[in-house]
């Protein structure tokens, strides 16, 4: 790879049987081992020997619409991640896991633990929670709005990080002669108190491999953007169109530059859902076959749950009537972002019922390429260069099988274009995206004091 | 072993460098280690290879006092866990977590995950949470009194047990053929709302190999013992004299009787920190080596803090002066149990304030014992026998030499005894403990409904 190529990431987005809504049904999936530790071990070091940068969970505290027709629900992400740590060396682990949900002190604890158990290999994918019907596992009466959600959020990594900056990196001792395990004066309280929670502190944990978890994001409204432009180091996000992700990369970059930041420590990427077929017709074929076993009444839900209407009614072979897809400001704020986007398809395709359930039962509105091994890599390297993404969350549709192809074929396409890397050169998730390590910002003071004052005063 | 004997459980209860507070300092120990997976791993395999029944963690969200002098804070027990059960077969895995400060739903994921994860492997150590400084690092003015924290937790119990039985054994289809992944009509609502928390569930995690972690307790007041009799299945205890124990078994066993709960169902087990030597007096050395090395300091903190009296003042060669530990029940509350124990001994032994560190040094209040592995095996046969005790938290005062030292020398004599097993008989931690799978309640209650029905009714 040239010195000063850009780096391509690719982290591999595990969801259950796979992307498609129907991939559990598809004879070449294993629906019976989605609660079994190995089948995600086995996909993990699948992605690290293809050198992938990480593997990556969604999650949410409860359990989404229609299990009746599809594999929805699973196992705890952070849990699921410190097992695959355990089986591989290199590979970074991105968890999803809600500031609306959780409390700070907790899961600073349990991501300070991944890094610390993976060498440094940990992500935190920040969500304030896409599913309304959450609000009722933890006592509330309704999902807090967006708004509230956001303002919790900046709160919650305020919190975090100072939790994850308590211990400065020289604070454990071990200093057996002198009886003296640490130095108190390098472990600070948090002393955070805001108007959504607040945390005394100090940390219970030694500083981490990282300093802190890698912060992913995925919001896309305009709250999520500008949280994202402020905290995040890459950004997940669902596009169809290339320039559509062009002008979301734009503007998250602008506005990570407003803030003061350098735009190259924010990592755009879009999903992608690649059928992958020797030939383009036998591709579109492996998507058709996916696509027949949807289960209709399931789509319906998810796509009922969205536009905020009852859809059951209409004809499947009928043109999605336009009015239902008009209002995309309406609806539910917080699956807004993703709204826009069936709403676009809608107005560009003017699909019939059917064919538009099909077009979102592959990704749910991530973008989905049917193709050839060098067709989806030249797309790949198309976003790439122009603009659109820093690399791709890889969304296979079908699992274990669209890993391997993708892995086997495509991978090696982008190697030979010296897109992607054929070996690790480092053992960090930062390593591996190109992340500075955050400064622990009481070092950083302290270092900003010493150099104001000369040396003599401070001896 | 005798078809009729009773199983001596032993657990290996890991703390940092080991169980005395000064064992950090020890040559033989790894207190650089304390953050790395390996640690743990080596640990929890050697305990693995001794057939013992479970790796136990304790747990609090707070940074203990003292880090100065000793090597308090740590990794989060749960994904420290969940690396061990990557590296091991067969051990339990209990981790400890409070109910003060976990969300339910969020906590029930994590102990079913673990549980789908190792194989039916976990176990929670349900505490309230003994330290009171950990309000203060989830927005509280104060920690809530215990009888609020034991309400609290009563709710806790009933809300996570209906979402570990939200799906039952039968729920997941697979039916590809149908396009039926799961039957709604067996996966149910946890539908609680208690004055301290709420739940409306379903969960969204298949039914575990275990149906439910086994559920441990650590509590000891009044208030503790009557939760532990309704809810536990193993209760970890310290004592120092082998008639304390058994009045504390006995109180226990019928308490859950009275409840209607077959009393071997609840397994009382006591801590022991076996010091050992090839005779009395070179284990006497190794815990007076220990003792030796402990930071007066340290331990005087620690002391203060239970007796809620700075102690820092007296007189290190003087006897402690009886009023200090007099009014055992005017201390804070949650810290009770354990300055009982402390006042027991000083009024007992009428020791110098050195000489009660020492006493506490190795255990907190827990059992030690110092002498050659038969006799240490004798004590663990005699309290065993007697009614006072079903087995062990074995706490090693230093690690990994403590460890090597029981399981290479003390284990055998048990097994040549017949006390202990030779073979893992089963593969869950209710294998290993001799515990019932406990029934799911929607599955008991739809037998019950059926078998008052006729059989052509159901038809
Ligand atoms: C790739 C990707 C993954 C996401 N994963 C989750 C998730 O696991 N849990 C969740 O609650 N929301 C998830 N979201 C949704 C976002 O967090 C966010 O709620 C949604 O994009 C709407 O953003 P907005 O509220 O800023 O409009 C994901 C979004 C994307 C693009
Ligand atoms: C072996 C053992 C381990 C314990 N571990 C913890 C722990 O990890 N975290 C905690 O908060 N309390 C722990 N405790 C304390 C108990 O949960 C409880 O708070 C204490 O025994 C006082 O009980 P009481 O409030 O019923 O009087 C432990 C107690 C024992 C005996």
Chains 1, 2 share one sequence.
Not at 256 to 270: N, S
Not at 313 to 342: C, H, K, M, W, Y
């Amino acid at each position: 790879m040239p010195a000063n190529a850009r780096t391509l990431t690719l982290n591999l987005f595990l969801n259950h049987a796979g992307h498609h809504e129907a991939a559990w049904r598809h004879p070449s999936t294993q629906p019976d081992a989605l609660f079994t530790p190995d089948y995600y071990v086995r996909l993990a070091r699948r992605a690290e020997a293809a050198k992938l940068d990480a593997v990556f969970f969604a999650d949410g505290p409860v359990l989404h619409g229609g299990v009746e027709h599809n594999a929805v629900g699973g196992l705890e992400p952070l849990l699921t991640l410190a097992t695959i740590a355990a089986h591989t060396e290199r590979i970074g682990l991105i968890a999803t896991a809600s500031t609306t949900y959780y409390e700070p002190y907790n899961l600073a604890r349990l991501f300070a633990t991944l890094d610390h158990l993976s060498g440094g290999r940990a992500g935190w994918n920040v969500v304030t929670t896409s599913s309304a019907a959450a609000g009722a596992n933890f006592g509330l009466d309704a999902h807090p709005d967006p708004e509230v959600r956001y303002a919790r959020a900046e709160e919650f990594l305020e919190a975090t990080t100072r939790l994850w900056d308590s211990w400065e990196a020289d604070a454990v001792l071990v200093d057996r002669a002198a009886g003296r395990y640490a130095d108190p004066s390098r472990i600070h309280p948090a002393a955070f108190a805001g108007e959504h929670l607040s945390v005394a502190g100090p940390f219970n944990a030694a500083r981490t491999p990282q300093g802190r978890p890698v912060l992913v994001q995925a919001g896309a409204s305009n709250t999520g953007r500008e949280f994202a432009a402020r905290w995040a180091e890459a950004i997940f996000t669902a596009h169809q169109r290339i320039e559509d992700a062009q002008a979301f990369y734009a503007d998250i970059k602008s506005r990570a530059l407003d803030l003061g930041r350098d735009p190259e420590q924010v990592k755009i990427l879009p999903g992608i859902s690649p059928f992958l077929g020797s030939t383009e017709a036998e591709a579109r074929a492996l998507e058709e076959e996916l696509n027949e076993l949807s289960v209709p009444a399931y789509g319906l839900q998810q796509l009922s749950g969205q536009a905020g209407v009852d859809l059951s009614g209409l004809d499947l072979d009928a043109p999605v009537p336009l009015e239902i897809f008009a209002g995309a400001g309406d609806v539910t704020d917080n699956a807004r972002s993703r709204f826009q986007v069936v709403a676009g398809i809608v107005q560009r395709e003017r699909p019939t019922l059917r064919r538009l359930l099909h077009r979102l039962a592959g990704a749910r509105g991530h973008r989905v390429v049917a193709g050839t091994p060098e067709q989806v890599a030249d797309t790949i390297e198309d976003w790439f260069v122009a603009g659109a993404a820093d690399g791709f969350n890889v969304m296979p549709p079908a699992l274990p099988a669209g890993l391997d192809a993708f892995v086997d074929h495509v991978v090696p396409i982008l190697q030979a274009r010296g897109l992607f890397r054929t070996e690790y050169v480092g053992t960090t998730l930062r390593d591996h995206l190109g992340l500075d390590v955050p400064e622990n910002r009481y070092t950083a003071a302290r270092a900003a004091d010493g150099a104001g004052r000369p040396a003599l005063a401070q001896a």
